[in-house]
């Protein structure tokens, strides 16, 4: 969960579940609200309660509060969440895998467009995850998520492609867990964005948290006070005009982070749906042109984006390894389309 301001979801139509609920007891003594809870809730963290806080996933007697909140007898808590309770078992699932590295620690694979990572509200199947504990036994799960998610490490969004390190022993999760919080892994991304981005490279610095007006988006709060830290680094690959590549260095791992981070410089990622890179944003008004643009989307699942490289340490060996893949197809076209249009035009 991502850290905003914590009453947002009075000012959002978003409907909410309940997925817990307390009276306190009239007997119980002043405490913390992530004390009071860390004992009632089955497989959680006392940090992931505090982010469930700052989300405005807690209230008490209907009032969203701030993880320092002290819960008083009689005081009603509840737990409220952007999805209903569903039981349900993680089933195994024969999705092939593109896997790129394996060994008895870790695999790495690379991630197809369209694929989401873990099972959540309205995406319970075809996941990355049933198709790992189908490939896979025993997965390690971390004890302190509200979910089960064997072996993940990290994420990739839906149509974001690329590479992703699965830990398959408990030992290999909380090293490499360890390694991306810390941020000594090395992650390259390429991108291709919208317009001529002015410097050759740069760094995007600014916290993100989500949307005020659209939960499922990300955006920038230059102020410091709301969402986290992220930073992005950039360096220009290729330039068309209308659109550049970029190489992105990720030194932090937020949500939506070099998405959000782009279109935050005014260079929205090509093809990219949910922040409006989907539409003709640079070039010329004619109707083949505008055209070419629409062919181009077509060649991609959302947006064109890719985890190229991959950096970390061996959780069992010590030693620095180093993944480096290939584009998919649908960019690679994307790329030599550009470049035959950029030609046609000399």
Same mark, same amino acid.
């Given at each position: ?7 947002? !979801? &009075? ?9 817990? !609920? ?15 809870? *860390? ?5 959680? =963290?006392? !940090?992931? *309660?505090?982010?469930? $806080? ?15 909140? /002290? ?6 808590? &509840? *737990?409220? +969440? ?7 078992? +993680? ?6 895998? #593109? ?13 197809? $467009? ?8 309205? #995406?319970?199947? %075809? ?7 189908? @490939? ?7 004890? #302190?998520?509200?979910? =089960?998610?064997?072996?993940?490490? @990290? ?35 390429? $991108? ?16 993100? %948290? ?5 939960? /499922? ?40 982070? *070099? ?54 340490? @061996? ?26 249009? +950029?030609?046609?035009?000399?």
């Amino acid at each position: 969960m991502e850290t905003e301001q914590h009453n947002e !979801n &009075s000012e959002t139509n978003e409907e909410l579940f309940e997925h817990h !609920n307390f009276v306190v007891d009239p007997g119980q003594e002043v405490l913390r609200i992530d004390r009071f809870l *860390i004992d009632r809730i089955p497989n959680t =963290s006392r !940090n992931k *309660i505090q982010e469930a $806080a700052k989300e405005g996933y807690i209230k008490v007697n209907d009032q969203a509060v701030k993880q320092n909140y /002290k819960v008083k007898p009689n005081d009603t808590v &509840s *737990i409220v +969440l952007p999805y209903p309770v569903r039981e349900t078992e +993680l089933l195994p699932e024969n999705i092939p895998l #593109n896997i790129h590295y394996e060994d008895d620690t870790v695999v790495v694979v690379n991630k197809q $467009a369209g694929m989401v990572v873990h099972p959540g509200y309205g #995406n319970f199947s %075809g996941t990355l995850v049933n198709a790992l504990v189908y @490939h896979f036994e025993n997965l390690p799960t971390k004890p #302190n998520d509200f979910s =089960s998610r064997p072996g993940l490490v @990290h994420r990739l969004d839906k149509n974001t492609t690329g590479l992703m390190v699965i830990a398959k022993t408990e030992e290999a999760l909380t090293h490499l867990s360890k390694q991306f919080y810390d941020r000594t892994t090395e992650r390259r991304y390429h $991108a291709l964005v919208w317009g001529d981005v002015k410097e050759d490279e740069g760094t995007i610095e600014g916290n993100l %948290g989500r949307s005020l007006k659209n939960r /499922k988006l990300m955006t920038v709060f230059p102020g410091g006070d709301f969402g986290k830290h992220a930073v992005t680094n950039y360096k220009v690959l290729r330039r068309w005009d209308y659109v550049t590549l970029v190489e992105c260095k990720l030194e932090t791992g937020r949500t939506h982070q *070099i998405r959000a981070h782009m279109k935050h410089l005014g260079h929205p990622l090509f093809n990219d749906i949910e922040y409006g890179g989907d539409r003709v944003l640079k070039g010329t008004t004619f109707t083949k042109y505008k055209q070419f643009v629409i062919n181009n989307f077509k060649l991609i699942e959302g947006q064109a984006l890719h985890a190229k490289t991959l950096g970390f340490e @061996h959780p069992k060996t010590g030693e620095y390894m180093r993944f480096d893949s290939d584009l998919p197809t649908g960019f690679k076209t994307l790329i030599e389309r550009w470049d035959n249009y +950029l030609a046609s035009r000399h």
